[in-house]
């Protein structure tokens, strides 16, 4: 079974509103997790790096005022795309690692955000 | 259901030629995709495939049989740092990723 849970799984919403992603992890504490951005047929874009109890790591070119990541618990991390916008349309995806040596990479199984 | 398969673990010599196969079934198929990840850190994309066919990358080849519902990954002149996991996933009607549960490869001196 999945070890971790994104929600939603897909959301429309209108040019202008704010939009939250959770992303779960269910049976083991992650300090650590990976937010991703994948547009239609490209690759997966790392968007930033979620720490908890501390501020996300951000990659270039992503505006950390737009997509605000909450990290407050081991085991919940939160992305809000914030004013959306049409071209912010795209596939969302985090992923979690379990707090020990040589664990995995789990990932959720997305959120597709469409903004009209 | 939705299901993709690919073998646990390979092992191979460095200088050899290694073929990482994956097989899929998916609700609608919007493409394929490889991706190399190290122990303890994210995933990088590897390849893209969504026609029928080979496509090369220097060292690496990703190839793709729709009708087959399977694609391969082929590394060539391994090295050492190509010992990692290697993940096929499938993209499904909604663009969600089905992801396999990767390839261990293992690379010998």
């Known amino acids: 079974g999945a070890v971790v849970s994104q929600h939603p799984s897909w959301v429309i919403c209108k040019s202008g509103t704010s939009v939250k992603i959770e992303c779960r992890s269910l049976?083991?504490?992650?300090?650590?997790m990976f937010w991703y951005r994948q547009f239609p047929k490209q690759s997966l874009m790392l968007m930033a790096t979620s720490n908890e109890g501390s501020k996300a790591t951000y990659e270039q070119g992503v505006e950390k005022d737009k997509f605000l990541i909450n990290h407050a618990s081991l085991t919940l991390s939160t992305l809000t795309v914030t004013s959306a916008h049409p071209e912010d349309s795209s596939f969302y995806i985090c992923?979690?690692?379990?707090?020990?040596?040589?664990?995995?990479?789990?990932f959720g199984n997305g959120t597709r955000l469409t903004v009209t | 259901g939705q299901n993709i398969d690919q073998p646990t673990e390979m092992t191979a010599t460095e200088g050899a030629i290694v073929q990482i196969n994956c097989t899929y079934q998916?609700?609608?198929?919007?493409?394929l995709f490889w991706y190399q990840q190290h122990a303890g850190e994210a995933p990088t994309f590897l390849s893209y495939?969504?026609l029928d066919g080979l496509e090369e990358k220097g060292r690496f080849s990703s190839f793709l049989s729709r009708s087959k519902g399977y694609s391969y990954l082929l590394l060539k002149e391994l090295q050492m740092k190509d010992s990692a996991s290697y993940l096929c996933?499938?993209?499904?009607?909604?663009?969600?990723?089905?992801w396999g549960a990767g390839t261990k490869l293992i690379i010998k001196p």
């Open positions: 049976d083991f504490q992650a300090t650590t």
């Open positions: 992923s979690a690692r379990a707090d020990r040596e040589n664990s995995p990479l789990h």
């Open positions: 996933a499938s993209l499904d009607s909604n663009y969600q990723l089905i």
């Open positions: 998916t609700s609608g198929f919007n493409g």
């Open positions: 495939n969504v």
